[in-house]
């Protein structure tokens, strides 16, 4: 049973443009939205993390748009850069246990 | 400083052998999870530490997996009679907040199982 939805499998932008992954979620029993970046041959690494009573959160190029209402949150990478070609994961967490989305891999093109 | 760290980076056995494999935390964090990164199944959650609680073992996928941890620090996974499905990276994560914050986790290199 796949509680969080992720999309798209793939995603190619050219550099200085806008990189945009979605995911969506089942349970209403989450209390932090976080994002993940993996690099080839290395662990996740927390990238975002946005708590589902606020509706938006920027870092940096970085920004999460979260829907409570729809239980839709995305990632937006703004000025997308070919260092951010990795692969992202959206998560949910429920007492410290962290459902993942099936990822994003993400290729910006020169 | 140090991450979290993880051996054998890589291990190959043979069906039906028992495999262990290593996790070292970053020094002070409290909590330690076990993950399972493969093709077709994504990032799943298999276990998780906390302190001296009682560890949710709710993602386990079957008996042949057990997990422990050593005074509150080293954790080892083991996989008794491994089966050609359990190739896969297994990633280990540590984190210094078991409350609101426990989502902010270190991720290791993760160990690359093969079975042959």
């Known amino acids: 049973q796949q509680q969080v939805k992720q999309s798209p499998q793939s995603l190619i932008v050219q550099k200085g443009g806008i990189s945009i992954i979605n995911c969506a979620y089942e349970?209403?029993?989450?209390?932090?939205f976080p994002w993940y970046q993996q690099f080839p041959g290395k662990g996740p690494a927390l990238l975002i993390a946005?708590?589902?009573?606020?509706s938006e959160k920027k870092e940096g190029r970085f920004t999460i748009s979260f829907n409570k209402s729809a239980k839709q949150f995305s990632l937006h990478i703004m000025d997308s850069q070919p260092g951010d070609s990795a692969t992202y994961f959206c998560a949910a967490s429920r007492r410290g246990k962290l459902i993942f989305g099936q990822g994003t891999e993400l290729s910006v093109k020169p | 400083g140090a991450g979290v760290s993880q051996s054998p980076s890589n291990k190959v056995t043979e069906k039906g052998k028992d495999v262990e494999l290593r996790c070292d935390p970053i020094?002070?964090?409290?909590?330690l999870y076990w993950y399972r990164q493969s093709l077709g199944q994504g990032l799943e959650f298999l276990i998780y530490?906390?302190?001296?609680?009682?560890?949710?073992k709710s993602g386990l996928p079957s008996d042949r997996f057990s997990a422990e941890r050593t005074g509150g620090s080293v954790s080892t996974l083991t996989i008794q009679r491994t089966q050609q499905e359990d190739s896969a990276v297994y990633l280990c994560a540590s984190s210094p907040d078991s409350g609101a914050k426990s989502y902010e986790q270190y991720f290791g290199p993760g160990t690359r199982l093969t079975v042959t």
């Open positions: 530490f906390q302190g001296n609680s009682a560890p949710d």
């Open positions: 020094s002070g964090h409290t909590a």
């Open positions: 946005i708590r589902p009573d606020v």
């Open positions: 349970n209403t029993a989450f209390d932090y």
